[in-house]
């Protein structure tokens, strides 16, 4: 029994042996005890537990730490492919891959489905023992219908496409036809039954991606005569009606652009009326497929973003996809959906990720540019409390280019942190940083457990040239004056954090440590020249080490006058 649990029939001991009244109790104490463990067998299912903070990923039961991958489009189209591919991710630390599952090819023929290359990499995932979060690539992927069934493609009039301001039909799937809505709605079902069927026991999958980083591209919004029809009549109560519930949670973008009083798309949301009507209309579309998923298997599911590039306008990036510009209707109308996600190819991955730090959305990063990923990663995990992360494209990565760290070295390290870090987390008792030598300032610095940690990148001495382009560090504060420090290229100062007292503070010791079987070890002592005669903690580039440093705070001796 997985769940632990056990039921022996002859346990039940009930006077009277085997009368009529003994065996019905009996049976109906099996049927309880059946129940239970249905029930608890479903509370197992890898769910979202969303709080005030963000959000974690509770898999059979406990937090998980997503030490993910995405595979490159066309990475995971044969089932051989899984044979090269996986046992290589397996090598580089990573535990989660993320892999397109094409419509296109699940259902070559209407009606009539074909799951064998994902079972083939269900089992190399298991072989592995690796997990897996599956890419729906329904009616869109990157806006376009390019993983649409051919039967789908060619008939336009049973599955109408959006229309451009110039009248021409796209090669964007219209999100008001309700045929295309059922299909891909019927064949996201038929995926989950199979996943549910082939993996509820053990979980090897962990979450869907629903679409990927839909909106419509082009200017304005779909004119197709239904999206005109539609677009002519006012917004619909209910739409203003939860928005305004929910004012509080306003992003910048939506407050200027909201105006519940009145009536047309216009009146109530000005020059975005084009865009928040699209929202609205892949928000319903996407609720319907999730929704038909989930009912028949209850996986976590999300929607990931393509980002707006540096002064592009809605419709030059996907206008209505999930950004954080207008995702307040998303979350007030996708119900299925369990959280929302970007992806950061842009060089302020800061200010992206924190734009998705709001109310009980728990933070994942489906795609990341892969050269900046081993100290976005760090960011991620130690700052915006991110339950997973995952460059792109991570199969290309090669075998090392000896300019590391590499997104494996990264991955071991936390890997060997992952139950302290999920800890920190969870208590708000993480902090991170990254910088560049390009960053608006030299320094950086994040206050925790009563201190200040002032990090700047690391530099040569006495020359002060620059050792490493980029630096990161990710800190665990893990018990009273001591810290666990994961970074690279970095030079850290540690001061008595003012705003908590005013004691004087300074290094009692660092340590390099590593897991070794099973238990934190010191590597190293850092002293002397290593820690510039005790003043701070210097990190090597092109590597990445975890540091458990000691800090102490003492109060300060008052002056005769
Ligand atoms: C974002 C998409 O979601 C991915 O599938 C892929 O096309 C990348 N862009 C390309 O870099």
């Not at 580089?92 to 094409?102: D, I, R, S």
């Not at 992360?389 to 590391?404: H, L, M, R, Y």
């Not at 040239?465 to 030079?491: C, H, Q, R």
């Given at each position: 029994m997985?769940?632990?649990?056990?039921?022996?029939?002859?346990?039940?001991h009930?006077?009277?042996?085997d009368?009529?009244?003994?065996?019905?109790?009996?049976?109906?104490?099996?049927?309880?005890?059946?129940?239970?463990?249905?029930?608890?067998?479903?509370?197992?299912?890898?769910?979202?537990?969303?709080?005030?903070?963000?959000?974690?990923?509770?898999?059979?039961?406990?937090?998980?730490?997503?030490?993910?991958?995405?595979l490159?489009?066309?990475?995971?189209?044969?089932a051989?492919?899984?044979?090269?591919?996986?046992p290589?991710?397996?090598?580089?630390?990573?535990?989660?891959?993320?892999?397109?599952?094409a419509?296109e090819?699940?259902?070559?023929?209407?009606?009539?489905?074909?799951?064998?290359?994902?079972?083939?990499?269900?089992?190399?995932?298991?072989?592995?023992?690796?997990?897996l979060v599956?890419?729906?690539?329904?009616?869109w992927?990157?806006?376009?219908s390019?993983?649409?069934?051919?039967?789908?493609?060619?008939?336009?009039r049973?599955?109408?496409r959006a229309?451009?301001?110039?009248?021409?039909d796209?090669?964007?799937?219209?999100?008001?036809?309700?045929?295309?809505?059922?299909?891909?709605?019927?064949?996201?079902?038929?995926?989950?039954?199979?996943?549910?069927?082939?993996?509820?026991?053990?979980?090897t999958?962990?979450?869907?991606?629903?679409?990927?980083?839909?909106?419509?591209?082009?200017r304005g919004?779909?004119?197709?005569?239904?999206?005109d029809?539609?677009?002519?009549?006012?917004?619909?109560?209910?739409?203003?009606?939860?928005?305004?519930?929910?004012?509080?949670?306003?992003?910048?973008?939506?407050?200027?652009?909201?105006?519940?009083?009145?009536?047309?798309w216009?009146?109530?949301?000005?020059?975005?009326?084009?865009?928040?009507f699209?929202?609205?209309?892949?928000?319903?579309?996407?609720?319907?497929?999730?929704?038909?998923g989930k009912?028949?298997?209850?996986?976590?599911?999300?929607?990931?973003?393509q980002?707006?590039?540096?002064?592009?306008?809605?419709?030059?990036?996907?206008?209505?996809?999930?950004?954080?510009?207008?995702?307040?209707?998303?979350?007030v109308t996708?119900?299925?959906?369990?959280?929302?996600?970007?992806d950061?190819?842009?060089?302020n991955?800061?200010?992206?990720?924190d734009?998705?730090?709001?109310?009980?959305?728990?933070?994942?990063?489906?795609?990341a540019?892969?050269?900046?990923?081993?100290?976005n990663?760090?960011?991620?995990?130690?700052e915006s409390?991110a339950?997973?992360?995952s460059p792109?494209?991570v199969?290309?990565?090669?075998?090392?280019?000896?300019?590391?760290?590499?997104?494996k070295?990264?991955?071991?390290?936390?890997d060997?942190?992952?139950d302290m870090?999920?800890?920190?987390q969870?208590?708000n008792?993480?902090?991170?940083l990254?910088?560049?030598?390009?960053?608006?300032?030299?320094?950086?610095?994040?206050?925790?457990?009563?201190?200040?940690?002032?990090?700047?990148?690391s530099?040569?001495?006495?020359a002060?040239?620059?050792l490493?382009?980029?630096?990161?560090m990710?800190i665990?504060?893990?018990?009273?004056?001591e810290?666990y420090?994961?970074?690279?290229?970095?030079?850290?100062?540690?001061?008595r954090?003012?705003?908590?007292d005013?004691?004087q503070?300074?290094?009692?010791s660092?340590?390099?440590?590593?897991v070794?079987?099973?238990?934190?070890?010191t590597?190293?002592?850092?002293?002397?020249?290593?820690?510039?005669?005790?003043r701070?903690?210097?990190?090597?580039?092109?590597?990445i080490?975890?540091f458990?440093?000691?800090?102490?705070?003492?109060?300060?001796t008052?002056?005769?006058?």
């Amino acid at each position: 029994m997985p769940w632990g649990m056990r039921f022996h029939w002859n346990s039940l001991h009930i006077e009277g042996k085997d009368s009529v009244i003994s065996r019905t109790v009996r049976a109906v104490c099996a049927l309880c005890w059946l129940g239970c463990a249905i029930a608890a067998h479903a509370a197992e299912v890898p769910t979202i537990a969303k709080s005030a903070a963000g959000g974690e990923l509770l898999v059979h039961g406990k937090p998980y730490l997503i030490l993910g991958g995405e595979l490159g489009n066309s990475a995971a189209g044969t089932a051989a492919q899984a044979d090269s591919i996986l046992p290589r991710l397996a090598r580089m630390h990573l535990n989660t891959v993320l892999m397109p599952v094409a419509w296109e090819q699940v259902e070559p023929v209407e009606g009539s489905f074909d799951f064998s290359i994902l079972d083939h990499w269900i089992e190399v995932a298991r072989k592995e023992h690796l997990h897996l979060v599956l890419l729906w690539f329904g009616s869109w992927k990157n806006s376009v219908s390019s993983y649409a069934p051919a039967w789908v493609k060619t008939d336009i009039r049973r599955f109408p496409r959006a229309v451009s301001a110039e009248g021409t039909d796209l090669e964007i799937l219209s999100t008001l036809g309700a045929e295309t809505q059922r299909c891909d709605s019927r064949a996201f079902a038929a995926l989950m039954k199979h996943v549910r069927e082939e993996d509820q026991d053990q979980q090897t999958v962990l979450m869907v991606q629903v679409e990927n980083e839909v909106g419509y591209l082009g200017r304005g919004r779909d004119r197709s005569a239904a999206a005109d029809r539609l677009f002519q009549k006012p917004v619909p109560t209910d739409l203003i009606q939860k928005l305004q519930a929910d004012r509080d949670s306003f992003s910048p973008e939506l407050r200027a652009h909201f105006d519940a009083t009145g009536h047309t798309w216009q009146e109530v949301f000005g020059d975005a009326a084009d865009e928040v009507f699209m929202a609205w209309n892949y928000a319903r579309y996407i609720q319907a497929v999730a929704a038909a998923g989930k009912q028949v298997y209850g996986l976590p599911m999300y929607v990931n973003c393509q980002l707006p590039a540096p002064g592009e306008r809605a419709g030059e990036y996907p206008s209505g996809g999930p950004d954080p510009y207008y995702l307040e209707v998303y979350r007030v109308t996708a119900s299925s959906l369990d959280f929302y996600s970007p992806d950061i190819y842009w060089p302020n991955f800061e200010y992206w990720i924190d734009r998705y730090r709001f109310k009980e959305n728990a933070v994942f990063v489906p795609e990341a540019r892969m050269e900046s990923a081993p100290y976005n990663a760090l960011y991620a995990y130690g700052e915006s409390k991110a339950f997973g992360f995952s460059p792109f494209a991570v199969e290309s990565q090669s075998n090392g280019t000896g300019q590391g760290p590499e997104i494996k070295d990264v991955y071991a390290v936390l890997d060997s942190m992952s139950d302290m870090l999920l800890t920190a987390q969870a208590a708000n008792r993480s902090r991170g940083l990254v910088l560049h030598s390009n960053s608006p300032r030299a320094t950086q610095t994040v206050s925790l457990g009563g201190y200040l940690f002032e990090a700047a990148l690391s530099r040569s001495w006495p020359a002060k040239a620059l050792l490493a382009d980029d630096g990161a560090m990710l800190i665990v504060n893990s018990g009273a004056d001591e810290f666990y420090i994961a970074g690279s290229g970095l030079t850290v100062s540690f001061y008595r954090d003012p705003d908590v007292d005013r004691r004087q503070s300074g290094i009692a010791s660092i340590e390099e440590v590593e897991v070794v079987d099973g238990k934190w070890t010191t590597i190293r002592r850092l002293n002397g020249d290593q820690s510039n005669q005790g003043r701070l903690l210097s990190m090597a580039p092109h590597e990445i080490r975890v540091f458990r440093v000691h800090l102490y705070a003492i109060d300060r001796t008052t002056r005769e006058p």
